[in-house]
């Protein structure tokens, strides 16, 4: 299928492309949605279905740390402590020896224990309940006051949590991928690429399908568009792609692939 009128790009070669104004890009990001779920398979299941304080633990665990090493540290703190009360009220010290598996278990253990405490103080308990029943971006701007809350954490806990909310979190992966077809410019950092790459998608869209739309930028962050070597020659993005174009435009031969392709 040839690409939509809007994802069509003007210019010679890819570093010369100028940036898509707000409908190519929302174009793009449908195109792109449309084949990445025809390589990884639409819908995804969600992979876990913790309760939301469970959600937001886990991620606040994993960042900047490999999934397994987070998990670990979570199932730790879970058989260590009785309870969530229980962690925040420990020494910090015990906490810290039951995350040490993640990365700056020194700085994650006081986060996570300043992160219980102002939920209690807000909520005079700690649970995430009233989430439940609130609207996406309201639910969102309420998690992101919290200390050491960030979009991609709220995002997850709003998504990936038994909330199932419509709300789109970044990893790095979905992130690289965003960047290299043009979703977003190379300088816009992960936190506030959440709000520009969700305002892409469809506002009928559901949950299921912005979850869909992560977690297939992901997957192919982690499969095909690698962050040193990306394998374009076989990616399916690679017509949408001026990274991609701009790498083999520098591979081929001279005088090979400098002519402007009809499409451009
Ligand atoms: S063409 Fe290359 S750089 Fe572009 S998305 Fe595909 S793998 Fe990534």
Redesign the pocket.
């Known amino acids: 299928m040839s690409k939509p009128a809007a994802v069509r790009r003007a210019g010679a070669s890819a570093p010369l492309l100028r940036p898509l104004a707000h409908a190519g890009r929302a174009a793009l990001a449908l195109e792109a949605h449309r084949r990445l779920c025809a390589v990884y398979g639409c819908p995804i299941a969600y992979f876990h279905a913790l309760p939301p304080l469970d959600e937001l633990v886990s991620s606040l665990l994993s960042h900047r740390t490999r999934n397994a090493d987070s998990a670990r540290a979570f199932r730790a703190l879970r058989d260590r402590f009785p309870s969530w009360e229980a962690v925040r009220d420990a020494p910090v010290a015990d906490v810290e020896r039951a995350i040490a598996g993640v990365t700056w278990p020194e700085a994650k253990a006081p986060a996570l224990q300043r992160t219980l405490f102002a939920i209690t103080e807000q909520r005079g308990g700690l649970d995430l309940d009233h989430l439940a029943g609130m609207d996406a971006q309201v639910a969102r701007a309420w998690l992101s006051a919290l200390p050491g809350v960030g979009p991609k954490t709220a995002a997850a806990v709003l998504s990936f949590s038994e909330l199932r909310g419509r709300a789109l979190p970044v990893d790095s992966h979905h992130h690289r991928?965003a960047q290299?077809?043009g979703l977003i410019p190379r300088s816009l950092p992960v936190g506030p690429s959440h709000t520009v790459l969700e305002a892409l998608l469809p506002p009928e869209w559901d949950a299921q399908q912005v979850y869909d739309h992560h977690e297939v930028f992901m997957l192919h962050g982690q499969r095909?568009?690698f962050f040193r070597s990306?394998?374009?020659g076989r990616?399916v993005?690679?017509d949408l792609?001026p990274?991609?174009e701009s790498?083999r435009t520098a591979a081929a031969p001279a005088g090979e692939n400098n002519a402007p392709s009809p499409e451009l």
Do not use: D, Q, S, Y
């Open positions: 991928v290299r077809i095909c568009c990306p394998a374009c990616c993005l690679l792609c990274e991609g790498r």
